[in-house]
């Protein structure tokens, strides 16, 4: 698209910078490596540019025109959410960043979504204790803005940190996505494999990590614990599953007299002589072996 000593020249506005067209600018960045920011008002300056975040009143993708603050916006998602830039960027490049429809749709709506809610001024999110909210990616890129005692600060200067710091973010999350969908398919294959679908065991090179493991078969119904290996240890875990993988309360715990128990108390009890440890709450054990976690699982599945 571009020749070599040609950098793409992205404008945006001017005076203060916000999330969207900061994600908005990073996202283009990694796409063309170099580019050449311009940060005005200049409408001179904004006709020649090669692709216009967050100001313009005109949203064409065609001419790379990404602005969402004309009257009849720029539209909205089927859940709602209306774009804002990063939104619009997004849904013309992500599809080539992302790969694969999994991390597309996932990174939209993990990442993009919150941030183009928040532009928009459309509330997807509330503190259930008053005087305590999650410190989110919008006052994180703030930090990144002068103080009133900064004036003398360059502000063209932070909304460039900024944006080198949301390149990092969007690479990243990515990359975890990626692995993400590649671990999913993986794992639902040992589902549809495994012959009792209640326990769901997995292979010694199949280290995902529990929350990836559990988020995946959480999300259906016939699995009550699933067996995997613990690299930190050495040893294998078993977990039992949660009801779904927006909350921590499980299908089915291990057995009463187990909670709490380690090694020789929890070997006497279960049975299971490699036994190391089963969590008071009555989610997770521990063997030293495959097999015997295993043995933990089919024992707890037929208490």
């Known amino acids: ?35 050449e920011i311009i940060r005005t008002r200049d409408e001179e300056i904004i006709e020649r540019a090669d692709y216009v975040v967050d100001l313009g009143h005109i949203y064409d993708p065609d001419k790379n025109r990404f602005d969402h603050h004309q009257t009849e916006g720029a539209g909205k998602r089927g859940n709602g959410i209306p774009y804002a830039s990063f939104g619009l960027v997004w849904k013309k490049f992500g599809p080539d960043l992302s790969e694969s429809d999994y991390v597309f ?25 008053e005087g305590v909210e999650n410190f989110s990616i919008g006052q994180i890129i703030g930090l990144f803005q002068p103080t009133w005692k900064e004036t003398k600060k360059d502000i063209d200067k932070s909304f460039s940190e900024a944006v080198l710091w949301a390149e990092e973010i969007i690479k990243r999350k ?29 292979d010694e090179k199949d280290s995902f990590g529990r929350y990836i493991i559990t988020k995946v078969l959480s999300a259906l119904e ?33 057995s009463e007299n187990w909670l709490g128990l380690r090694n020789e108390e929890l070997s006497k ?3 299971v002589e490699d036994a190391i440890f089963c969590h008071r709450n009555g989610f997770m054990s521990l063997a030293k072996s495959k097999e015997g976690a295993i043995k933990l699982a089919k024992l707890a599945l037929e208490a």
């Open 1 to 35: 698209m571009f020749g070599k000593n040609k950098k793409p020249l992205i404008v945006t506005h001017n005076s203060g910078f916000h999330t969207d067209d900061v994600f908005a600018v990073a996202t283009l960045r990694i796409i063309f490596g170099e580019i």
């Open 105 to 129: 749709e996932k990174f939209d709506q993990e990442i993009v979504q919150a941030i183009d809610a928040s532009d928009n001024g459309f509330d997807v999110s509330r503190p259930i204790v």
């Open 174 to 202: 990515i990359k975890v996505l990626k692995d993400e969908d590649e671990a999913t398919r993986i794992i639902l294959n040992k589902y549809e494999q495994a012959p009792d679908k209640r326990l769901i065991i997995l």
């Open 222 to 254: 016939e699995p009550l614990f699933v067996v995997f290996p613990r690299p930190d240890t050495g040893a294998w875990q078993v977990v039992a599953l949660n009801q779904n993988p927006n909350t921590y309360v499980v299908r089915k715990k291990f």
């Open 269 to 271: 009890v279960s049975g």
